[in-house]
C-alpha cells in the first residue's frame, strides 16, 4: 500500500509540472498578443504592463524549476519520466527568454508611440500570430508527447523568417526614402527580429519535444551534415 500512495502521489507531481508549464505558456502567449496590441493599438500603459508582467513569469521559471530539481532528486525518474522532465527544465529557460523579447517588444512600443506612426502595422501582427501559435502547438506536442505536431512547428518558423525579410526590405526603402524615419524604422526592425526569436524559441521546444518521443536528435541538421562530409573528407 505505501508504494500505490507513493506513486499516486508521483503521479500528481508529474501533473503538477505539466499543469504549471501549461499555464506557464499560456502566460507567454498572452504577452505576446498584448504586447503586439499595445504597439498596433498604439496603447502605452498596456505595453507598460506586460514589461510588469514579466515579474510573473520569472517566479514561474523559478518554481518549475524546482519542482523539476526535487522530482529528480527524490523521485529517481527512468526512461520517458526522465526525459520530460530534463526537457521541461529546458523547455521553461525558452519560455522565460519569450518572455524577455516580450519585454523588449515592449519598450519599443512605447517609443513608436510617442511618435507620428510611419506606416500601417501589417507584416508584424502577422507575425506575432504565427509565433503565439508556434508556441501553443510546441507546448501542446510536449504535453501531449505527440512528436508528429512538433515536427509541424519547425515549417512555420520560414514563414516568420519570409515577413521578416520582407518588412526589412520595406523599412530600409523608408529610410532610403526619407532619413527622418530612421528612428522609428530601426526601431520597428528590431521588434521584428525579436518576433523571429519568439519563433526560433517555439522551434528550440518542438525540436526538444521530437527527442523526448524518438530520441532523435534534430538539431542543428547542416552542422552536422557537413561534419559527416568534413569526416568523409578526411577518411
Same mark, same amino acid.
Not at 34 to 55: H, K, W, Y
Not at 77 to 106: M, Q, S, Y
Not at 195 to 215: C, P, S
Given at each position: $500500500?505505501?508504494? @500505490?500512495?507513493?506513486?499516486?502521489?508521483?503521479?500528481?507531481?508529474?501533473?503538477?509540472?505539466?499543469?504549471?508549464?501549461?499555464?506557464?505558456?499560456?502566460?507567454?502567449?498572452?504577452? /505576446?498578443?498584448?504586447?503586439? +496590441?499595445?504597439?498596433?493599438?498604439?496603447?502605452?500603459? !498596456?505595453?507598460?504592463?506586460?514589461?510588469? &508582467?514579466? $515579474?510573473?513569469?520569472? +517566479?514561474?521559471?523559478? @518554481? /518549475?524549476?524546482?519542482?523539476?530539481?526535487?522530482? #529528480?532528486?527524490?523521485?529517481?525518474?527512468? *526512461?520517458?519520466?526522465?526525459?520530460?522532465?530534463? !526537457? *521541461?527544465?529546458?523547455?521553461?529557460?525558452?519560455?522565460?527568454?519569450?518572455?524577455?523579447?516580450?519585454?523588449?517588444?515592449?519598450?519599443?512600443?512605447?517609443?513608436?508611440?510617442?511618435?507620428?506612426?510611419?506606416?500601417?502595422?501589417?507584416?508584424?501582427?502577422?507575425?506575432?500570430?504565427?509565433?503565439?501559435?508556434?508556441?501553443?502547438? %510546441?507546448?501542446? &506536442?510536449?504535453? @501531449?508527447?505527440?512528436?508528429?505536431? *512538433?515536427?509541424?512547428?519547425?515549417?512555420?518558423?520560414?514563414?516568420?523568417?519570409?515577413?521578416?525579410?520582407?518588412?526589412?526590405? @520595406? #523599412?530600409?526603402?523608408?529610410?532610403?526614402?526619407?532619413?527622418? =524615419?530612421? =528612428? +522609428?524604422? =530601426? %526601431?520597428?526592425?528590431? /521588434? &521584428?527580429?525579436?518576433?523571429?526569436?519568439? %519563433?526560433?524559441?517555439?522551434?528550440? /521546444?518542438?525540436?526538444?519535444?521530437?527527442? $523526448?518521443?524518438?530520441?532523435?536528435?534534430?538539431?542543428?541538421?547542416?552542422?552536422?551534415?557537413?561534419?559527416?562530409?568534413?569526416? $568523409?573528407?578526411?577518411?
Amino acid at each position: $500500500m505505501p508504494s @500505490e500512495h507513493t506513486d499516486k502521489q508521483y503521479e500528481a507531481e508529474l501533473r503538477d509540472l505539466r499543469e504549471r508549464l501549461l499555464f506557464m505558456a499560456g502566460k507567454v502567449e498572452e504577452m /505576446i498578443a498584448f504586447t503586439t +496590441r499595445s504597439l498596433v493599438e498604439r496603447d502605452s500603459d !498596456l505595453a507598460r504592463q506586460m514589461i510588469e &508582467a514579466d $515579474m510573473d513569469i520569472n +517566479r514561474l521559471e523559478v @518554481e /518549475i524549476d524546482e519542482l523539476c530539481l526535487r522530482l #529528480l532528486a527524490l523521485r529517481q525518474p527512468a *526512461a520517458r519520466d526522465l526525459r520530460f522532465i530534463t !526537457l *521541461a527544465l529546458k523547455i521553461v529557460t525558452d519560455l522565460e527568454r519569450i518572455g524577455d523579447e516580450c519585454v523588449n517588444i515592449a519598450r519599443r512600443a512605447v517609443e513608436l508611440n510617442a511618435e507620428p506612426p510611419l506606416k500601417p502595422l501589417i507584416d508584424i501582427p502577422r507575425m506575432a500570430g504565427t509565433a503565439q501559435e508556434m508556441v501553443r502547438q %510546441a507546448l501542446d &506536442a510536449f504535453v @501531449e508527447g505527440d512528436d508528429q505536431k *512538433a515536427l509541424r512547428v519547425g515549417p512555420r518558423d520560414d514563414e516568420v523568417d519570409a515577413l521578416n525579410v520582407q518588412l526589412f526590405r @520595406e #523599412l530600409v526603402s523608408f529610410m532610403i526614402e526619407d532619413p527622418r =524615419t530612421i =528612428t +522609428r524604422a =530601426t %526601431a520597428l526592425i528590431a /521588434i &521584428a527580429k525579436h518576433l523571429e526569436r519568439i %519563433a526560433d524559441h517555439a522551434t528550440n /521546444i518542438a525540436e526538444m519535444v521530437v527527442f $523526448m518521443v524518438e530520441g532523435k536528435d534534430i538539431r542543428h541538421p547542416r552542422s552536422r551534415a557537413g561534419g559527416t562530409r568534413r569526416e $568523409m573528407t578526411n577518411s
